[in-house]
Structures are given as structure tokens and as C-alpha cells.
């Protein structure tokens, strides 16, 4: 990928630009350390990685990188990094031109009539994947990620020099200007290290994820690296008695092995203390010595002398040779206390183990003499590259072939689709409101229901991997504060909360200003002043007797019981009447005669559509059709019971200034709990017969309890159900009079006597 431009001409063809000796000398030397490096190629394929050189410096001249060096620098450094894996000359070539499409206006069928076209159709995978924006926000993203992997399935080569080109980016990335590297090492980290991992290309895994670290939490990368070298520096005698030991031990077994140190990286130790919330001094593992033998059967013999010097770790042991892991590693792993109760970590395998191990599918290049290696990396460049293929002969859909690669690319996240098939990317565990909030906030504030993969499921339903999600909303729903207890997204969390917040306090100011406006009507003004400019002083005068900032403060402080009303309306006829307003006396009269019948004309009218403000009391349950009254709690806003309740008549006794007029509407908007009783014959199906009677006239069961006491001729089930009204629990009653074994059944009264 360029990091300059090239100077252009009017006409846009490149106008060459002076170069300095120095500067060409530099370019030279590094294409003559690349030469040295091209010693396993015959001379023919040899003469044509020079031809791709020297059109790849034609072609990048006076172009220039960030850091001042000739751009041709870093497509030779790309190539560098091909020949660790024994690339062939075409790949090799392909590494060297990798930018000359895309920056220089090199055509398709001009390499192909130099170079012949597997290395064109290589460059031109190449420049594709340069043009790919990893953006999760983009709606293309599925199709982005399929024609990358499609391009690395038809030739594994474009990984592999797509994989270097972006390794030796990552290197110089501190030529680059900072406001890049979050970017770039975030899509470092996030795509290309887990295709490395996934191809067994673990040196270079583990180098991008170290530099991808670097880049993107500096602070945290320095202290580590310099507590590690702490660490090493505390542990070298250590080390070296163990690798003694060890060495001796198989020198008196006779046995042939190659022994060597193996270091935690910075990123796995950083991702284990995260991860686990561990400090660094409880990483026990970070070295370890890796041991390469002859044979597998040589694996397991080792494995037993070790443990025969050294205690094994209980739970530590993993046997990767028999179960190999999908990106074909083998090797066996254990954990031993060696000395001072230090643990070590071991890994036991044989050269082509090593071999796969280290370079994955380049293995195949990289030692061809070694046949169980090269025979390894064939198996998996063919096995999970072909699968691509297939899929892609199978379906076109995008996100259908990406559901296929995503779990193995990335283990530690989940995927999800939209019913559009757009990607969603979410930690394990989340939720279906997860997913919601991670579309939009009004999706997540108005989630009523979910269907995944076409079945309806709570909201609460965790998602796996390649579920399709669909989030019905309603605009009458709101979020719960329930769902603050299984969210996992911290954007969810703090959506659900500023809307539970914000829903609140609106609730509260809206119920306030009716309270208020009440209040005032029956001191005879007839409406609440309004926020104009000339009436502002009077609200500054009205603010300071209440102590409240603000209009809608003194609201809220009515709507939730903070406040009386009336008091503040009182005040507030005093202040109007200083301003010459006088009071209705027509009105006053009206307000204040009516207000003990049944509906006043200042009663709260209320349908079910309330939340946080008003709170439908557990004690007795009210119901549409049942009398009501509301009392307006200090600081827990309205709070309604029925008439009759014992309750809302101990309150009413002792603070009746609390009580204000409420009435129900003529359209609920829901249905509303209450809890009946059922005397039953105690046996076999009575429960679901009950059950069967409740569904059959239309009541939801939200809670059932069946009492602890000890088995009877009858029982008492006591249930909460959710009915429409008082007309629809008469006929759920009636229902359950009906059913056979039922005795009795009854609403649950919070009056002290049954109702007749």
C-alpha cells in the first residue's frame, strides 16, 4: 500500500524526479541483500524476480515514503519477507509490483506481457484487497470479507504477500503520522492477525498482534515490555538450571532433541491479565522451553521423563498432536513446577510439527523436502481454502459465505446477521436487546420482541454465531430496567439508562404540571402562566420561595411527590394576584365541589402507558373498571390503589393531602396484574388443567406459588394473571368455576373480607 504520492504531470503521466545517490545506493543495497536471499531459486526464475525489480523501480521513481526512503524500499522489503517462506519467483515478483497497479498506472495486460499472467492475476488480488475498507459500519462489509478470502482461495500466494505487505507496514508504522495507527492496528488486530492465526502462519501472528499492541496502547506496551525484561533478568539463573537439568536428563536417555527458549509474547500476557484480571506477577507461564525430537513417538517418550524430574500442573496438559487444531498445529503441551515452584511450560514436537507449526501453509514452500510438512500444509491449504470455494459454488450470498469462516477467524466474538444480512460483531453472550442497541438507539429504546432465524424468542435470548436477528418495536415500548441485569455492550447499558433517566424525569414534569394546573384551577385560575419573557420574573419568584432551579425542576419535584401542589399553587395565586390577576370565584366554586365525585374534572386520567411516575400499587393491584385513587408519595411519584384498599385507607387516615383524583381512561393500552385464588382437589393434571382454563378465556399466567405446605385433600394455588379488565377477570373467574377439581376461585383483596 502506498504512503505517498507520486508527482504527476498535467497530462497524469508520472514525471520522473531527481534522486540522490544516497538514496539510490540505499534501494540498490537493499535489492542486492534480497538477491543473497534468492539462492533455493533457479537461475531463470532468479533473473525474473530482478526483471520485476527493475520495473517495479522504474515504475515507483520518485515516489517516497514517509520516513524519506525510496518507495521501492518497501516493495523489496515485501519480497524479503516471501523468501523466509520460500515463495517462488512468481509470488516473489508479484510482491515487488504489488503497488504498481494501484499507484502508478500500470495496466493488467502490460504484466501480463511481461511477466505472463499467474503473476498479473496475483497483483491484481492484491490491488483489490488494498481497495477493501474493513468498516463495520459499512453495508458491504460481508462482501468485502468474501472477496478477500475468495482471492486468498483461489491462490494462498495473495494472503501471503498481502500478509508481508502488511507486516513490514506495521513495522515502519512510526513513520506514519499518529492519527493512522489506531486504524490501521485496530484493522491489524481485528482481521489480518486471526487470518494468520487461521492459516498457521503463527510467527506472523504473533508479530502483528505484538505491533498492533504497540501502536495502539503505547503506555501499556512499555510498561509491560520493561516488566518482562525485569522479570527475565530475575529468572535467568532459573532458566538456565532448567534447560541444564533438562539437557542432562536426555543425554542419559540417549535421546536426540533440539532444545529452546520460548518467551510469552507482550500482547498474549496482556490479553491474559485483561482477560482474567490478573496482575502481571500472577502470569505464571510467560516462559517456557519448546523441544523438537524425531519422532511423535519421541513426543510422548519425552513427556514422560520430564515428568519424572519435574511435577506436572493438574489440568495443564493438552495432547494437540492427536487432536491437532484446525489451523493443522500439533504439538503437546504441559505445565511442570520446576524449581523454587516456578511453573514452566513445555512444548513437545517433531521437526515437521515445528515446521507447520511456525509457518502454516507456507510450510509447503518453505520445506519442500520435508514431505510430512509439505504434505500437512498442502492438506490445510487445500481443506479450509477449497471449503471457500465450495460455499461460494453453492450460494451467492455474502453473508451466508461469511457465516461459514467467522468462527474459526474469530473465536472470541459472536456473529450475527440483520435480517438485510448485514454483519453484526458483539462479545460473547450478548443479548438480542445487545443487538438492537447496536443497530440504533431508537431500535434499542423501542424493542418489544425478537424473532432469530425466524422463531420468536425473549429479549433476553443470548445470540450464537450466524443467528439472523430481527427486532420488532412498537412505539409505545420503552426500555426496562430489568435489562440492565443481562445486557453485555456497554453502549446498551448507557442507552438503557439515559432513557430510564430522562423517561422519568419527563414523566415526572408532564404529571407535575397537570398536579399543578389542578391545584391551580381549585384556587380559580383557570391555566398555568406560560415560559414567556414577561412572566419570567414571576417564575424567578416562585423559584426562589420553592428552592428550585428551574420551571421544569419544580415540576419534577410536584410529579414526584417532592412538592404539594396545592401549597405551590397558593403561593403562585399570590404572586398572579400582585400582577393583578384575580381568581375565577365561578371556577374555585366548581373545582372545589366536584372534586369529591366519581370523575372531576381535574382527575389524572390513566391508561397503562405510564411508567416510572405512576406505579399501579402490588397490594391490591387495581384494575380498569375497579374505583381508584391516587397518593402521591414523597419522592416515589403516584402511586394507585383501589378504594377499598386497607392500605390506601391507613394512608388516607393519616395524609390526606396526599390524595388526588384519578380515573381510568376508556381505551387502556395494556393488560394489568392482579392475583386470584384457586381451591383445588389435590391431584393428578389439576395444575394444567387450571392453566388450560386460564389460556382458554385469554389470561396470561405471569407468576403461579403452590405454597409450601404438606400434601392435602385440597390445596390453595395462588396465582398473578394479566387481564384486560374487571369485566374480563369476571369471566376468568367464571372460567375457572367452571373446570373440574376447582372448588373455589377468587380475586386476591387487600380489604381484610372476600368480595360477595
Known sequence: MSAAMPPTSASGHHRPKAVSPAMANAAAASFAALTARLDYLSPQDADM???AYRFADEAHLGQMRKSGEPYITHPIAVAALCTEWKLDAQALSAALLHDAMEDCGVTKAELIERFGAPVAELVDGLTKL???????REENQAESFRKMLLAMARDVRVILIKLADRTHNMRTMGDMPRSKWGRIASETLEIYAPIAHRLGLNQIYRELQDLSFKHLLPWRYAVLTKAVARARNRRRD???????EVETLFKQAGMEVRISGREKTLYSI???????HLSFAQVTDIYGFRVIVPTVIDCYTAMGLLHQIYKPVPGKFKDHIAIGKVNGYQSLHTTLVGPSGVNVEFQLRTEAMHLVAESGVAAHWLYKEHSAASAQSERLGTQWLQSLLDIQNETRDAAEFWDHVKVDLFPDAVYVFTPKSQIMALPRGATVVDFAYAIHSRVGDHAMAAKINGEQVPLRTELKNGDVVEVITAAVSAPNPAWLGFVRTGRARSKIRHHLKTMAQTESMDLGEKLLSQALRAEGIQQLPGEEAQVQPLWDKLLRFTGNRNRPDLLMDIGLGKRIASIVAKRLVVLLGELGQKPDALLMTRERFTAHEKVSQGAITLDGSENA???????????????????LGRGEGLAVHTRQCQTARKLEHKDSERFIGVEWSDEPVRNFETGIEVTVVNGKGVLARVAGALASAEADIVHVDMGHESPQDTADLRFVVAVRDVAHLDNVLRQLKRTPSVIQAERQLNKGTSPT
Open 49 to 51: 524476480v530482478r526483471k
Open 130 to 136: 488494498d481497495k477493501l475498507e474493513f468498516n463495520t
Open 238 to 244: 532459573l532458566i538456565q538450571k532448567v534447560q541444564g
Open 270 to 276: 496482556y490479553k491474559k491479565m485483561d482477560d482474567k
Open 613 to 631: 411516575s405512576v406505579v399501579y400499587s402490588p397490594c391490591c393491584r387495581p384494575l380498569p373498571g375497579d374505583e381508584i385513587v391516587g397518593y
